[in-house]
């Protein structure tokens, strides 16, 4: 496996495979490697010729500095990781490298922006659409490899990708025993909050199991109490809403397909989630 920190570097070794004809898969990470990312890497070394991976923890998506200065890094751990799925290239670049001179490009998702995240992290989604267009111009694969775990950036890296000719593959959510997401901000949880974090999916799962063609209202005032109710979890938001468009929605009707999103905060770490109504 080779490390490339240039973006140069990076497109000639590229261009070189592209001319005998392989083809790139590639997932953006910031790095703090779990289970989660590696099912996205096993994905494309099984469907692509080359592989390539980034690690690079993008300031510009970080609405809160406590949370930048905090995430989890731990290169050596993830190089291994990802040489064991036999990973082709990981792309570990530094901020000079991706931002030379500050970004001032702003995107526009409509309202698929405004809504969960999008309002709750103002300026996330920018930042999360001025790194992945800087990479994807980079890398120019010919697959993209995402997790169903952050459902609304999915939803929001297809509407960007309209301009790219790039299919975008959306992967399943991995999850702990206790069936937790995994995510890399999970190292950061105390004994406490760990052991009180897998309420939020089993919350999840009693909507679906309970409030199918009942009011959003009835499930939004249930999950508030469920989750509170644990000392350590406090709800930041609960919403159901259009898998495709994101709109929000009142009743839990089965005429359009339905997911069910979630934001909690763990002691001081956000933590996200969602379930598919209907599947
Ligand atoms: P991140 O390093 O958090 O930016 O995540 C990189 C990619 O891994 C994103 O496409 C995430 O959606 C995906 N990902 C993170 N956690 C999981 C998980 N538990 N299951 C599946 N995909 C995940």
């Given at each position: ?114 809504v969960m995240?999008?309002k ?83 919350t999840l799962?009693l909507v679906k199991e309970k409030f199918r063609n009942r009011n959003v209202k009835e499930a939004e005032k249930f999950v508030e109490e469920r989750i509170n109710k ?5 709800l930041e938001y609960f919403q159901i809403v259009n898998?495709?468009?994101l709109d929000p929605v009142d009743e839990i009707a089965s005429t359009i397909?339905l997911t069910a999103c979630i934001a ?11 379930i598919?109504i209907?599947?």
């Amino acid at each position: 496996m080779q490390i490339i920190k240039h973006t140069g570097r990076l497109k000639l070794v590229l261009s070189r495979y592209r001319k005998q004809g392989a083809t790139i898969g590639f997932i953006p990470t910031m790095g703090a490697l779990h289970p989660g990312h590696l099912s996205l890497i096993k994905q494309s070394v099984i469907t692509d010729d080359i592989t390539v991976s980034s690690i690079y923890v993008n300031p510009t998506q970080f609405d809160d500095k406590s949370d930048l200065k905090n995430y989890p890094r731990n290169f050596k751990s993830d190089y291994a990781l990802l040489k064991s799925e036999e990973c082709t290239i990981v792309f570990s670049p530094d901020n000079k490298e991706m931002y030379p001179r500050p970004d001032n490009r702003r995107f526009n998702f409509g309202r698929m922006g405004d809504v969960m995240e999008g309002k709750m992290r103002p300026g996330h989604f920018n930042g999360v659409a001025q790194i992945v267009t800087k990479l994807f111009d980079a890398v120019q694969p010919h697959r993209a490899y995402f997790g169903k775990k952050d459902f609304q950036q999915l939803a929001i890296i297809q509407k960007l990708v309209n301009d790219y000719d790039i299919e975008i593959v959306a992967c399943p959510i991995i999850r702990e025993k206790d069936r937790l997401a995994m995510s890399s901000r999970n190292s950061l949880l105390s004994d406490q909050e760990r052991n009180d974090a897998p309420a939020i999916y089993r919350t999840l799962l009693l909507v679906k199991e309970k409030f199918r063609n009942r009011n959003v209202k009835e499930a939004e005032k249930f999950v508030e109490e469920r989750i509170n109710k644990y000392t350590s979890l406090k709800l930041e938001y609960f919403q159901i809403v259009n898998s495709i468009t994101l709109d929000p929605v009142d009743e839990i009707a089965s005429t359009i397909p339905l997911t069910a999103c979630i934001a909690v905060y763990a002691g001081s770490v956000r933590l996200i989630d969602n379930i598919d109504i209907f599947s």
